[in-house]
């Protein structure tokens, strides 16, 4: 016997829903796909770029996973299979908890982060920049980006390593005030010929107005700041959906239970 009345609307409900966990686990996967062809992200958050590859891994996880629980629902709710609806809602349980976990860890984890973030563009910008081919790739799509140079402003190349390349140390002054240091091509706004004189600056003296003037990591970190509150807040909506979904799930369960019962 097809289940009828309320608990038939809860069915078409229950599948609506699982279409949209099926859409959320597909732009997970975009998303993941995303981080890891576009060389933006992997700086402004970690150091470790194999820590950065595994949270690239663990979302496009999470989405895969996404996918196979709204496909399972689906199916489960058209066929109106208790063991299907109960395996479904222990895995729908088990990435709702999985959500709520990461969303508390985030928040207790924030200052972390925020550390984290300058000292990752500091180090780039004093030791990295011009040594390593990847870092160097990745600043320089930040700074045209983010219209950023430096980790706190241009003057910050005039002791890096960029600019001292024998120089094992961090954080070195220029000793003469008159001594010239160069400023990388994408801290530049203008077309490449002006930018040829620009880059090119004097420890004591003014910078250019077509360097940008700004450093990159508070921009990173209002980035990161704002792209943190938006992941936290999907986080809630997508939680107090799937929480909508368990409950249904729960009652079609018991339905279909009932049903099966009576039909014995």
């Not at 496009?60 to 199916?75: E, K, P, Q, Y």
């Not at 709702?96 to 969303?103: C, T």
């Not at 107090?240 to 339905?255: K, P, Q, R, Y």
Request: proline letters at 3%; a negative charge.
């Amino acid at each position: 016997m097809a289940l009828t009345g309320c608990y038939a609307f809860m069915k078409h409900v229950v599948t609506l829903l699982n279409i949209l966990y099926l859409s959320c686990g597909l732009l997970l996967m975009l998303l993941a796909i995303w981080m890891w062809v576009d060389p933006t992200f992997s700086l402004s958050m970690v150091q470790d770029e194999a820590s950065y590859y595994t949270g690239v891994y663990l979302i496009l996880f999470v989405g895969t996973l996404l996918l196979i629980v709204g496909f399972l629902g689906c199916a489960a709710a058209i066929s109106e299979s208790q063991c299907s609806l109960v395996l479904y809602f222990c895995l729908l349980l088990a990435v709702l908890v999985a959500q709520i976990s990461a969303a508390v860890w985030m928040y207790a984890n924030n200052d972390k982060l925020v550390e984290l973030v300058r000292y990752t563009v500091k180090t780039t910008v004093q030791s990295e920049y011009g040594s390593i081919e990847g870092r160097t790739e990745t600043f320089d799509a930040i700074q045209s980006g983010f219209e950023c140079c430096g980790a706190s402003g241009p003057s910050d190349w005039a002791g890096s390593k960029y600019n001292n390349p024998q120089t094992e140390s961090l954080g070195l002054a220029i000793s003469s005030p008159e001594q010239s240091y160069k400023i990388p091509a994408s801290c530049c706004k203008g077309d490449p010929k002006q930018c040829l004189d620009a880059q090119t600056a004097v420890a004591s003296g003014p910078i250019s107005e077509l360097i940008y003037s700004e450093g990159c990591t508070e921009k990173l970190l209002y980035t990161s700041r704002k792209s943190m509150i938006i992941f936290l807040v999907l986080l809630v909506a997508i939680g107090s959906v799937e929480f909508f979904g368990l409950v249904l799930a729960l009652i079609l369960c018991c339905a279909i239970r009932a049903v099966n019962t009576y039909k014995n």
